[in-house]
């Protein structure tokens, strides 16, 4: 692996990766947190468990996230993928800027004017 596979990789998974890890420290934190014994702890227990689901809800957008883009970059390895990047044929991010509408490729990062 060289250096700009490692910088694909960071930007295709860091995002998603850090969203699941912090969804399932969040769903360690709570359901490792003692059961509720004082009357504060049974007001708190539906927040808490509201906290559960929002920190499940994070672990599972970010593992779709990642398989999604773990998809997209399979199809890409085997030139399946006709994305917009003149550069690596990649998948084109749409984004707006200071400058009006541009494209960001999700492989190499390269940059396009214009949606494509
Ligand atoms: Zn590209």
Request: one cysteine or more.
């Amino acid at each position: 692996m060289d250096i700009t596979a490692i910088e694909r990789n960071v930007r295709l998974y860091g995002l998603p990766v850090f969203l699941t890890l912090m969804g399932l420290a969040g769903m360690l934190l709570i359901g490792l947190s003692s059961p509720a014994t004082t009357p504060i702890d049974h007001v708190l227990a539906p927040l808490k468990r509201a906290a559960f689901l929002g920190a499940a809800g994070f672990a599972v957008v970010g593992a779709i996230w990642w398989a999604r883009n773990a998809w997209l970059k399979y199809r890409w390895i085997r030139g399946e993928l006709d994305g917009g990047c003149h550069h690596c044929g990649g998948v084109m991010r749409q984004l707006k800027g200071r400058w009006g509408a541009y494209s960001k490729c999700l492989m190499c990062g390269n940059t396009r004017k214009g949606w494509h």
